[in-house]
Nanobody, 117 residues
């Protein structure tokens, strides 16, 4: 079992920045990547970005490319999602997931991010 806990999100103005953390514990050898997803009101859950758990390679959805980055903090055992130049359309519940072979197996509880215009 892998346990994932997202940090508390928040309210930020458009153009601002926010950093989310995903604390990872448990059988971490069971996962290949940590992925971030988001779900906006009335919409389906959407992929945001992916970080290789054993490396530093990452890639992102086109909607956030150039604005969002991901990094791993080995001391804290977290994967952080740095969100810059936020837009109102980034408003969503953000989830981190532990994935293996492209399948998201373990999920955090989600955290709300609201971007005001």
């Amino acid at each position: 079992q892998v346990h994932l806990v997202e940090s508390v999100g928040g309210l930020v103005q458009a153009g601002g920045s926010l950093r989310l953390s995903c604390a990872v514990s448990g059988r971490t050898f069971d996962i290949d990547t940590i992925d971030w997803f988001r779900q906006a009101p009335g919409k389906e859950r959407a992929f945001v970005g992916r970080l290789n758990w054993r490396g530093n390679s990452a890639y992102f959805a086109d909607s956030v490319k150039g604005r969002f980055t991901m990094s791993k903090d080995n001391a804290r055992n977290t994967v952080d999602l740095q969100m810059n130049s936020l837009k109102p359309e980034d408003t969503a519940v953000y989830y981190c997931a532990g994935s293996r072979a492209g399948n998201s197996i373990y999920w955090g509880q989600g955290t709300q991010v609201t971007v005001s215009s």
